[in-house]
């Protein structure tokens, strides 16, 4: 759950990347496996919103899908940390595009893999779709 000083986001993937990032963290090699043949909105890089029901929307299409389905894991992280990636142009905030519906998403570069490994906390997300 969030607090003032933190941020909950979501992130839509099938299952076996979940495990992996749940059980390994980020990793920039599965990265750019998963989307070097796919086009993204902002680069290639980490996807998250704000929204469970947006990342939800985003696991049905994730680009790993296995007939093992798909999950939405989050990521809680300090407030200071993701203004100062957005500050430094590590992370960006953006509205989707190419969707039939409003939302927006943060893009974080692969460079900040490292850093959200070592500070943010990803855990399942235990709500139902």
């Known amino acids: 759950m969030a607090s003032q000083t ?10 076996e990347s979940a495990l992996d990032i749940l059980n390994f963290g980020l990793d920039v090699e599965n990265l750019q496996r998963l989307q070097s043949d796919r086009a993204t909105q902002l680069g290639p890089g980490w996807y998250v ?43 960006v905030r953006r509205q989707i ?12 570069s692969p460079d900040t893999f490292a850093f959200l490994n070592d500070q943010a906390i990803f855990r399942p997300y235990t709500q139902k779709m």
Not at 51 to 79: C, H, K, N, R
């Open 49 to 91: 919103t704000e929204s469970p029901d947006i990342a939800w929307y985003f696991a049905s299409i994730a680009p790993g899908l296995t007939d093992d389905g798909y999950t939405v894991i989050e990521m809680t992280l300090a407030q200071t940390d993701l203004q100062s990636l957005l500050a430094r142009g590590l992370a």
């Open 6 to 15: 933190t941020i909950t986001l979501y992130h839509g993937t099938d299952w």
């Open 97 to 108: 595009t190419n969707v039939a519906f409003a939302g927006e998403q943060y893009w974080f």
